[in-house]
């Protein structure tokens, strides 16, 4: 049986709908296995931006940047999570989220950090590239102004990233962690 043209024009406001109602489990069934497939395009992207500027409350940013980062037990003791390097899709979903400046833990603050250095790699030569990235750029030069002081811990692992940023933001970057720096 064939669908009819209005059921399908009409299927989009309702997932969106659903997501509003339910966004633990959109982000659990809808966005998790998005955000995990390597070959997410760029209009799938901004419906998960969408989603977080108008449908994702704030009682569960903490459980989206989870999903966003992808943690998975440590090896070691079973109870850690740690970040997976940070690709294309999850840098601009991690940008959406960064700018409604969520309320985060300085596990989540360290888990964002472990994110950036996984993704630029020790050298700036990480496998995705993101050294050179200008949205790379934007993320750590957003997460560095939206959360400031509650970053010292960090503040060492961020000047690394900022260091081998490949970027005109570089120096901005740099200045800002700087100056953080003066204030701890």
């Known amino acids: ?51 977080v500027k108008e449908g994702l409350p704030a009682s569960i940013h903490a459980d989206f940047l989870s999903v966003i980062l992808n943690p998975q037990p440590s090896e070691a003791s079973g109870l850690a999570r740690q970040a997976q390097p940070l690709g294309p899709s999850q840098v601009s979903v991690l940008y959406a989220l960064i700018l409604l400046k969520p309320q985060l833990t300085q596990e989540d603050l360290g888990l964002i950090v472990q994110g950036l250095e996984a993704a630029i790699g020790p050298t700036g030569h990480g496998k995705l590239g993101m050294a050179s990235n200008i949205k790379f750029s934007n993320l750590v030069l957003a997460i560095v102004s939206k959360f400031g002081k509650e970053l010292s811990p960090f503040l060492n692992n961020l000047q690394g990233v900022a260091e081998r940023l490949q970027t005109g933001l570089r120096k901005a970057i740099m200045g800002k962690i700087a100056s953080l720096g003066k204030l701890v």
């Open 1 to 51: 049986m064939k669908a009819q043209p209005q059921t399908l024009s009409r299927t989009p406001n309702q997932v969106q709908a659903a997501s509003k109602r339910h966004p633990r489990a959109a982000v659990k069934s809808l966005i998790s296995p998005l955000l995990g497939d390597p070959d997410i395009g760029s209009a799938q992207v901004e419906v998960i931006n969408r989603f």
